[in-house]
């Protein structure tokens, strides 16, 4: 009874059982459908927007890890750009310092990568599109800044080849074995005017003269090449003369044996001759000269080695007395 609906007919004056026409019927059941399908729709819009998919689920996972691992990927990309700013300050420093030659330019260093960008249709990707192509550009400076800096690494080792060379070839340690000098480092004759031996007259001495006796090792006092030997005798009796480069010469005067031939190429220590008394000498020793550029210079400035600060100045100071040269 419940079920069932009644209206009153007015022309048989009593309660009657409604019926459903056909269209009714059929109408009602689209309807009932209809709400069914709509209902359905919310309840899987609804569904698949809070709670998602096994494989949605797995997507929503991989995409937050490749997230946070772009995040990581530019957290590195920032420390090895700090690393290579600071390797970039560190050869400015050495090309400044150590060389003294004008560092890289910092515009060239700070320069960015011109042209097309190539990493547009990452601006279509939403979250970590920007994220990456931040890193990609990052990447790309990093990369022109390693070669840049690689060319300037090249540029220091250059540098630093040619620096060992100089330091190699300028004189620097003394003309005669260091025992031998220490027994006759009381006997010296310095660069500057000074009494001729034989002459008896003051005379410009463009060198220093080494106390030794005949038959010392004489070595070269730089890396170098020997242009001149002199065998015959004259005033510096057998002599030899080595071109060092840079501007650099020195001669090596009175030597009783010559042991480099012209044209060799010599190295800093390396045996060239033994001291003795040629030409107008008047007792073994040995006449040292150094020239820059052509002009004489005092060789007190270049012996550096094997003495301590005050051995040095006594060197020196004997150096400088106003005595007789040797020859």
């Known amino acids: 009874m419940k079920n069932e609906k ?27 459908i209809s709400a069914i399908i ?41 420390v090895i750009s700090q690393k290579l700013e600071g390797l970039h300050e560190k050869d400015s420093e050495v090309h400044r310092m150590i060389f003294g030659v004008k560092p890289m330019d910092e515009s060239y260093w700070q320069g960015g990568i011109g042209g097309h960008d190539k990493y547009q249709y990452l601006d279509n990707m939403e979250d970590s599109g920007k994220a990456i192509k931040e890193a990609h550009i990052k990447a790309d400076q990093l990369k022109l800044k390693m070669e840049i800096q690689k060319l300037s690494l090249d540029s220091l080792y250059g540098l630093a080849l040619n620096k060992e060379k100089k330091l190699s070839s300028i ?34 001495h463009k060198g220093m003269d080494f106390t ?35 501007g650099y010469k020195t001669l090596y005067a009175h030597m009783n044996t010559i042991t480099v031939k012209q044209g060799e190429r010599v190295k800093k220590g390396q045996k060239i001759g033994l001291v003795g008394s040629t030409g107008t000498s008047t007792a073994p020793h040995l006449h040292y000269e150094i020239w820059i550029n052509g002009n004489a210079v005092n060789p007190i400035d270049y012996v550096l080695d094997g003495l301590s600060p005050k051995e040095y100045r006594e060197l020196v100071k004997r150096a400088q007395q106003d005595n007789q040269s040797f020859d």
């Open 212 to 246: 030794a006796p005949k038959g010392t090792d004489i070595q070269a006092t730089g890396d170098g090449k020997v242009v001149s030997i002199n065998k015959v005798g004259g005033g510096y009796g057998k002599h030899v003369l080595i071109d060092h480069g840079y």
């Open 38 to 78: 709509f209902t359905s729709v919310i309840m899987f819009v609804l569904a698949y927007k809070f709670y998602p998919t096994p494989k949605e689920q797995i997507l929503t996972k991989e995409n937050e890890m490749y997230k946070f691992q772009v995040a990581n990927l530019g957290k590195k990309v920032n």
């Open 6 to 32: 009644y209206i009153y007919n007015p022309h048989t004056l009593q309660y009657e059982k409604y019926k459903l026409s056909p269209k009714e019927k059929v109408k009602r059941s689209v309807q009932f």
């Open 171 to 204: 004189p620097s340690i003394k003309p005669v074995k260091e025992d031998e000098l220490q027994k006759g480092v009381k006997f010296l004759s310095g660069f500057g005017m000074r009494i001729h031996p034989i002459h008896k007259i003051r005379r410009f």
